[in-house]
């Protein structure tokens, strides 16, 4: 039997992290992702070559991030796509790597992380390879620096959302060295800033980013109340993150619009703080989240892993009060064996929200 299929019959009913509430479908159309595709293949053209690309994927395929960037774009080039099936296993992990002279990896910064604390993984054999990529979360500037100097590859932040197919914008290829930037559009993508009351807000300023493009999805299945909330009247899709735009038109995320905390009438941004901690020697993994108080609203407080027994909390607040203004510095620390997180790696900060709310 023949079925008829046109570009605007669903592909996937790819399904969200849920870390922002309760789980949705996206409903992305063959146009979208085969859109995206050609997005990847337009902006990596110059640096990856087809039939010649081995790339670690430690990230699981059903995400989509993975299921993009590593299973489908990969295939189209040809390449060769090594699946590690537990990344949580470090060591076993870098005993895969080691089989390999990979040219390309995608991953979240907790990943990258994790692989460099292992002393094995500066032994790889990092002579070909040419992408690293770096999604689902933000890419700390300790994280990357350190990446490119053991790997010689500079750690190339992207961003991306189920919604999206996933892909918005990528660094380029060519970038030298990591720029706290999430990138620029990719090919037939707009974006734009928008402040609270959905008008445009001038180059530089914070408000949400919102994008259109070929990849945008459908809309959430059998969700139409859901479906509306995320779109304007002029089409839009609301991403839910706080960023700016500079005036060379690279996008900096800030934050998303519920991790925000409000001190005082200040706005403070988890990932700004989380950032500047993480380059504290000593701290392994850090999360930032905003907690109730009576006085100025909310509180940071911090949940921090540390690989130095040594570290005091005192030692934290201390290089805080150095490399922080004043109103960001956390109010509270808290030592951590470990931090939850996604099945991707991503930190879950809702999670750290609630458990010290209900304490």
Request: glycine content about 8%; overall charge neutral.
């Amino acid at each position: 039997i023949k079925v008829p299929l046109t570009n605007n019959d669903t592909a996937f009913l790819q399904y969200t992290g849920g870390t922002t509430g309760v789980s949705k479908g996206a409903i992305l159309t063959h146009r979208n992702v085969i859109a995206n595709l050609q997005q990847a293949d337009a902006w990596f053209r110059s640096l990856l070559s087809e039939g010649q690309e081995t790339i670690i994927t430690a990230l699981p395929l059903y995400h989509i991030f993975s299921l993009t960037a590593n299973a489908l774009f990969f295939s189209k080039i040809g390449g060769l796509n090594v699946l590690i099936t537990n990344p949580r296993d470090i060591p076993g992990s870098i005993r895969e790597m080691k089989k390999f002279k990979f040219t390309a990896i995608t991953g979240v910064n907790t990943l990258f992380n994790a692989l460099m604390k292992d002393p094995a993984f500066a032994t790889l054999d990092f002579s070909r390879l040419r992408l690293t990529l770096g999604g689902g979360m933000a890419v700390q500037r300790a994280v990357a620096e350190k990446w490119q100097k053991l790997t010689g590859a500079p750690l190339l932040e992207a961003y991306g959302l189920t919604e999206t197919s996933p892909c918005v914008t990528i660094n380029p290829a060519n970038l030298d060295a990591y720029n706290g930037t999430i990138g620029l559009p990719v090919s037939s993508t707009d974006v734009c800033i928008l402040d609270e009351n959905g008008h445009e807000v001038p180059i530089g300023q914070p408000g949400e980013l919102a994008v259109k493009g070929p990849q945008v999805m459908k809309g959430y299945w059998q969700n139409p109340a859901e479906t509306e909330k995320v779109f304007t009247k002029d089409g839009w899709l609301l991403t839910g993150d706080i960023a700016k735009i500079d005036e060379q038109g690279f996008i900096r995320l800030l934050e998303r619009k519920k991790d925000m905390i409000l001190i005082s009438g200040f706005n403070v941004y988890p990932n700004e703080v989380e950032d500047v901690l993480a380059k504290l020697p000593g701290i392994r993994e850090v999360a930032v989240v905003g907690l109730p108080d009576e006085y100025s609203g909310e509180i940071a407080k911090a949940f921090i892993v540390k690989d130095d027994p040594n570290l005091t909390k005192d030692d934290i607040f201390k290089y805080a009060h150095e490399h922080l203004t004043p109103y960001k510095v956390p109010k509270q620390i808290e030592f951590c064996d470990e931090l939850p997180k996604t099945n991707v790696g991503k930190i879950l900060r809702r999670a750290l929200r609630d458990a010290a709310v209900n304490k």
